[in-house]
């Protein structure tokens, strides 16, 4: 039976940095590798697995700032050790690198105790569904016309009803391939499968909203930070010009940003990043604001720590299952879930998170 005094003991904190198949780009932004910091604090003989994308920085922030506030709390009050770490971080900044280390621990808390009591998370925070809806995502600008086809199509073979590519390329500044891009993505995609863009914040305001007048020829549902999601009235000014749902809040670390950018009627639908905004404990916080303004939130990427709280929420549109996080979460962890028919589906037999970290397969990228 579930062990009504358990104590976290210590915390291990592991990074393993896994290169992309070649560099990738969205409108803003290059990279060629993901770097994953895993959080595992032990309770007895039982240990817990979380994780952010983040950058190693995490790692020093979890042993150095985290762990100390941790260690001696019951593993079962995650809220409470939450509230700790929140408190602990005080001088260090709340956004940024400290709510993506919290992230860790707090996600690795939830599987701890999901583990202690033999439950699932979706169990632990009480589910209102068995399964997620999913939207396949990258698509990315430095993709090839035959590299955004073949993604297209593997989205597709799974039963993903609905796809997301990456434009604004070079900051805006390719425009006509932008089109060209979208066009190509709806004649590989046919009409019975709903269309998203993504231009990561590349545009002007008025660029953004000519791209998505554009968008409707080929019905473009979804318009994903138009401008930089730090230009709140921008994106209200887009949302209002346009007819298709704009959307923003990936970049969200704490309550504050997500009730300004809900105030500011900035959105359609929030979206929310379990591995940056301090972990499930926050995740859910924001879904409550989202509510409160009758907002639907989505999950952005880290879709093997969205898939159980997701569960948990009424007002969740879909959950993002983006390509990079499909493959790294394969080479790092065992349990990862595949979509079948457009959805995800925890298994209610897999307690916490549902997830093991490999051995060797993935010490070959620890760093």
């Not at 979706?122 to 995502?137: I, K, N, T």
């Not at 993504?198 to 660029?207: C, M």
């Not at 007048?213 to 930070?225: K, T």
């Not at 923003?248 to 940056?276: I, K, N, T």
Request: with cysteine.
């Amino acid at each position: 039976g579930p062990n009504p005094d358990a104590p976290v003991d210590d915390v291990g904190v592991r990074v393993f940095t896994v290169p992309t198949e070649e560099p990738e780009s969205d409108g803003t932004l290059s990279w060629s590798a993901t770097t994953v910091v895993v959080a595992a604090p032990r309770a007895g003989d039982v240990t817990g697995l979380g994780f952010t994308y983040g950058p190693a920085a995490c790692a020093s922030m979890i042993r150095d700032e985290l762990a100390p506030a941790v260690c001696g709390l019951d593993a079962l009050d995650v809220p409470g050790a939450w509230l700790a770490m929140v408190r602990a971080i005080r001088n260090a900044g709340r956004p940024g690198i400290s709510s993506m280390a919290i992230a860790a621990m707090d996600t690795a808390l939830w599987d701890l105790k999901g583990r202690l009591l033999g439950l699932p998370v979706s169990a632990l925070l009480g589910r209102v569904r068995s399964d997620v809806p999913v939207y396949g995502s990258g698509g990315f600008t430095s993709y090839s016309d035959r590299q955004l086809r073949d993604a297209l199509h593997a989205w597709i073979r799974q039963g993903i009803g609905r796809v997301k590519i990456k434009i604004g390329e070079d900051r805006g500044a390719r425009e006509d391939r932008d089109l060209s891009r979208i066009e190509l993505a709806r004649s590989v995609i046919g009409d019975d499968v709903e269309l998203f863009v993504d231009a990561n914040g590349g545009y002007g305001r008025t660029q953004a909203i000519r791209v998505g007048h554009r968008c409707r020829d080929w019905d473009v549902r979804w318009f994903e930070e138009p401008v930089s999601s730090d230009d709140l009235d921008g994106l209200r000014r887009v949302r209002d010009a346009l007819d298709l749902d704009v959307a923003a809040g990936e970049y969200g670390y704490d309550l504050p940003y997500f009730r300004a950018m809900c105030a500011a009627g900035a959105v359609d639908v929030l979206q929310a990043d379990v591995s940056r905004c301090a972990g499930i404990t926050e995740w859910l916080r924001v879904a409550a604001v989202a509510a409160a303004e009758g907002l639907d939130v989505s999950a952005h990427c880290a879709q093997s720590l969205h898939a159980q709280p997701a569960c948990a929420v009424a007002n969740l549109r879909h959950l993002e299952y983006f390509h990079d996080h499909a493959r790294v979460d394969r080479l790092l962890f065992d349990g990862v879930l595949e979509p079948i028919d457009g959805i995800l589906r925890p298994d209610p037999a897999r307690s916490g998170l549902g997830l093991e970290l490999k051995g060797a397969d993935a010490a070959r990228y620890e760093r």
